[in-house]
C-alpha cells in the first residue's frame, strides 16, 4: 500500500538539496580558486624561474594589483600575478557565496530565525573583508 508523502519528507528533501547547492558552491569555488592560482603560478615560473631571486629588498605587491578591478583587467591582459591574485580572491569569495547562498536558501524556505542569523554572519564576513583593517 502507497501512501501519501507526509510534510517532514519535502522538508527532508528541501534540506537535501539545500545541502547539495552549497556542497556545488565551495566545491566549484575551491575548483576555480585552484586553477586559476595554479595556472598563475605556473606561468609566473615559466616567465620568470630562470630570474635569481633577491630576498634582500622587499617588494610588496605591485601597483596594478592593489584592487580588484586591477585584478581583473592584469587577468585579462594575461598578467600571471594578477591571475594568482584573482585564484585568491575566488578563495576569499567562496565562503561569502556559501553564506549568501544559505541566506536565499532559508528565505525560500521562509525560515527567518535562520535568515536572521545568516545575514548576520554575512554582515561580518563583508565588514571584515570591507571596512576592517
Known amino acids: 500500500m502507497t501512501t ?7 522538508a527532508v528533501i528541501a534540506d537535501q538539496r ?42 610588496g605587491v605591485q601597483a596594478g594589483n592593489r584592487t580588484v578591478g586591477d585584478i581583473l583587467a592584469g587577468t585579462l591582459t594575461g598578467d600571471p600575478r594578477s591571475l594568482v591574485q584573482l585564484g585568491i580572491l575566488l578563495l576569499i569569495a567562496t565562503p561569502v557565496m556559501r553564506v549568501m547562498a544559505s541566506m536565499v536558501g532559508f528565505v525560500i524556505r521562509r525560515d527567518w530565525a535562520f535568515t536572521f542569523v545568516t545575514s548576520l554572519a554575512l554582515v561580518g564576513l563583508l565588514y571584515g573583508l570591507l571596512v576592517a583593517t
Do not use: C, K, N
Open 18 to 59: 539545500m545541502t547539495t547547492i552549497l556542497v556545488s558552491v565551495l566545491r566549484i569555488g575551491a575548483a576555480l580558486a585552484a586553477t586559476a592560482t595554479v595556472l598563475g603560478g605556473l606561468v609566473l615560473l615559466w616567465r620568470h624561474g630562470g630570474e635569481p631571486a633577491d630576498y634582500h629588498l622587499f617588494q
Open 4 to 10: 501519501a508523502g507526509t510534510p517532514q519528507d519535502g
